[in-house]
C-alpha cells in the first residue's frame, strides 16, 4: 500500500511525514528540486502485541505502510512548470491521497495564499489534478490517434476516454464516475488523479485540539461529505513531541491531551478501511506477523501473500478467530472448546484471522 501525502507548502505534510515514519526529514523542497521524501509506517495491532506476549517469538513483524511525502504545490504556480510536473509525478503511483489541510496558526510560518482557510485550500488543489486528469486525457487521445493503426481496443479507449473528460469537464471526480469493472481496471492503470481514494487530515493546534473547533470546519466538512472522503483531525505537532518521550511521559502527556490513540492508528485504520483492505496473522515461535489483503479474499491467494509456493499447493487452512484466542488465553485451550475450523481454499478470510496454511508441493 502506497500512500502520497499532500496538500499546499505549510501545512505540516512533512511533519506528519516524520510522525508516521519515526524519521527527521525536511519538507521535500517546493518546485521539484529535491526528491520526495519515502519512508514506511508501522501499522499498530493490538492484535499483534498479544499474540507476541503469548508466543515471545523471535521475530513480530506488523503491517507496513509506504509513505510518500509530495513537495508542497503551488497552486499559483504554471501548472506546466517543473515544480508542478513533478508533484504530479510523484503521485501517480500512489494508492490512495492523505491531503493534510492547515488550519493551526502560527507567526512564523505563513500560509501560503495569506490566510487560514482549509475548505479554499482542499478545492484549490482537488481542481488542480482535475486539470491535469484533463491534459492528461487529450495527450492519451491524440497519442491514439496519431498512431498507425486503430484497433478495437483503441476505439474502446477512446469511447471510455470522451467519457471520462466530460465527467470532469463538469466537475467530477473519476473515483465517483459509474463504470464497469473493466472500464475501473482500465481507468486505474493510466493512473488518473481523481480516480485515487482520498482522506483529509485537518492539521490543529493544540488550542483547536482542545476545543474541536477552527475556521471554516463545517464548509470543509460539507465538501468532503458531498465527495465521500472521510476527514481526520490530528494535532500532528503536538504528537510528534510526544512520540519522542520515555514511555512514562509519553503516556502522561497523551492522556492529559485526551488523545485517545496515536495519530498514526487513527490514521492507519482509516486508509484500511478506505482502501477496503485487512488484515489476518501467522503465528508461531518464529514469528508472530499481521499480513495485509483485500477484503474478500480468498484463504488460497491470501496464502499465496505468503509464498507462492503455498498458495500453488494449498491443502487447508486452519483457522482461529483472534477474539477467541484473546479470550481463552492459548491455542491449546482454544482447540479444547473446539473453537477451531478447517476451511478450504475458497474460505474468505476474515479480519483478525488466526491461520495456519497447510500445503504440499
Not at 500512489?94 to 488550519?103: E, F, G, N
Not at 475501473?184 to 474541536?212: H, I
Not at 498514526?264 to 486508509?271: D, E, G, H, R
Not at 515461535?285 to 488460497?300: F, Q, S, Y
Amino acid at each position: 500500500m502506497k500512500i502520497g501525502l499532500i496538500g499546499l507548502n505549510q501545512t505540516g505534510k512533512t511533519t506528519l511525514f516524520n510522525l508516521l515514519a519515526g524519521k527527521e526529514e525536511g519538507s521535500a523542497a517546493p518546485g521539484g528540486k529535491a526528491a520526495a521524501n519515502i519512508g514506511t509506517c508501522t501499522v499498530p495491532d493490538e492484535r499483534v502485541d498479544f499474540l507476541s506476549g503469548i508466543y515471545k517469538p523471535k521475530k513480530t513483524t506488523y503491517a507496513k505502510i509506504e509513505l510518500i511525502d509530495v513537495a508542497g504545490f503551488a497552486v499559483s504556480s504554471d501548472a506546466h512548470s517543473s515544480g508542478a510536473s513533478k508533484f504530479l509525478g510523484d503521485v501517480r503511483p500512489c494508492d490512495a491521497l492523505v491531503h493534510v489541510l492547515r488550519v493551526f496558526g502560527s507567526d512564523s510560518v505563513q500560509h501560503d495564499m495569506g490566510t487560514i482557510d482549509p475548505a479554499r485550500d482542499f478545492e484549490a488543489v482537488e481542481m488542480e489534478m482535475l486539470f491535469a486528469d484533463l491534459e492528461m486525457i487529450e495527450k492519451r487521445i491524440a497519442r491514439i490517434k496519431t498512431g498507425k493503426k486503430i484497433t478495437k481496443e483503441h476505439e474502446a479507449e477512446l469511447a471510455l476516454l470522451d467519457r471520462c473528460f466530460n465527467w470532469l469537464e463538469k466537475g467530477g471526480a473519476l473515483r465517483d464516475m459509474e463504470m464497469s469493472a473493466d472500464e475501473r481496471a482500465a481507468v486505474r492503470s493510466l493512473g488518473f488523479l481523481t480516480e485515487k481514494p482520498r482522506l483529509a487530515v485537518v492539521n490543529l493546534d493544540e488550542l483547536q485540539w482542545e476545543s474541536k473547533s477552527w475556521v471554516n470546519k463545517e464548509a470543509l466538512e460539507s465538501l468532503c461529505s458531498s465527495a465521500s472522503i472521510p476527514v481526520l483531525e490530528l494535532c500532528v505537532e503536538a504528537e510528534l513531541e510526544i512520540s519522542r518521550l520515555p514511555a512514562e511521559e509519553k503516556q502522561f502527556f497523551t492522556e492529559d491531551m485526551g488523545i485517545g490513540e496515536p495519530g498514526v492508528a487513527v490514521l492507519a485504520k482509516a486508509l484500511y478501511g478506505l482502501l477496503g483492505l485487512i488484515s489476518f496473522l501467522t503465528v508461531g515461535g518464529d514469528e508472530v506477523k499481521a499480513w495485509t489483503v483485500e477484503k474478500g479474499t480468498n484463504a488460497r491467494a491470501s496464502a499465496g501473500k505468503i509464498h507462492t509456493d503455498i498458495e500453488r499447493g494449498f491443502i487447508r487452512a486452519e483457522v482461529v478467530k483472534f477474539d477467541s484466542i484473546r479470550e481463552l488465553g492459548s491455542m491449546p485451550r482454544v482447540k479444547e472448546k473446539g473453537l477451531f475450523r478447517l476451511e478450504g481454499k475458497e474460505y474468505i478470510v476474515a479480519d483478525g484471522d488466526v491461520i495456519l496454511f497447510r500445503f504440499n508441493v
